[in-house]
């Protein structure tokens, strides 16, 4: 019986986690644009993966990640859109901001494709999102690596963005550095409040912060 109860429970649960992904394409509360420091994810797994993005002579800092669809409580994946799928050309143009190619596919694949957007527009917002956060160049200046508290980080985008709120921005972090900025963006890409999913700000008090290459 507790064999029977226990496999009704797992197939329940992965039938709620299927229906998760797949939702209609422009259905959405905000966005959510996420700022990752390129030294730091190369430090945890880009140099092993020998990923292009971590070589010296692309000098990244604070690439973008990604410009997420959100809903107020959860975020929808995968979606269902009659739109066309970018193009090797389209996706490689955006390496300058995401690092690689491999991440803007990703990225339009999970996220664009719930934005109701074409895979042009999609970008271009993502673009125009990146470049409307002024990134503080206080962190291109470190030239070796050091430990801070994750919210030095918030601080610093805080005072480089006087519209910014701190209930606008939370800051992670993974196996001990800094990992990612997440703001959150109405449609017009104006800042708003993040839900309450979103607002993981990781306290750690000596997360590593590695130097642009």
Known sequence: MLRWVLALVLWVFGTLAAQADGEKAG????????????????????????SDQCDARHDHGWILHGLWPQFHQGWPAFCRTPEA??????????????????????????????????????????????????????FRKLDAQVKLPASVVEEAFLKANPN???????????????????????????????????IRDCTAKDALFDPIR
Not at 101 to 128: E, I, N, P
Not at 169 to 188: A, F, K, M, P
Request: proline share 5%; with cysteine; net charge negative.
């Open 164 to 198: 910014l709120e701190r209930d606008m921005i939370t800051v992670t972090c993974n196996q001990g550095y800094i990992e990612e900025v997440r703001l959150c963006l109405s449609l017009d890409l104006e800042p708003v409040p993040c839900g309450r999913d979103v």
């Open 27 to 50: 259905e959405f509360d905000y966005y959510v644009l996420s700022l990752s420091w390129s030294p730091n994810w190369c430090a945890r797994e880009g140099d092993a993966r020998g």
């Open 85 to 138: 799928p970018p193009s090797r050309t389209m996706t490689r143009e955006m390496t300058d901001i995401q690092g690689s190619s491999g991440l803007a596919w990703h990225q339009w694949k999970k996220h664009g494709t719930c934005s109701g957007l074409s895979a042009v527009d999609y970008y271009a917002l993502s673009r125009r999102a990146y470049e409307g956060i002024t990134r503080p160049a206080i």
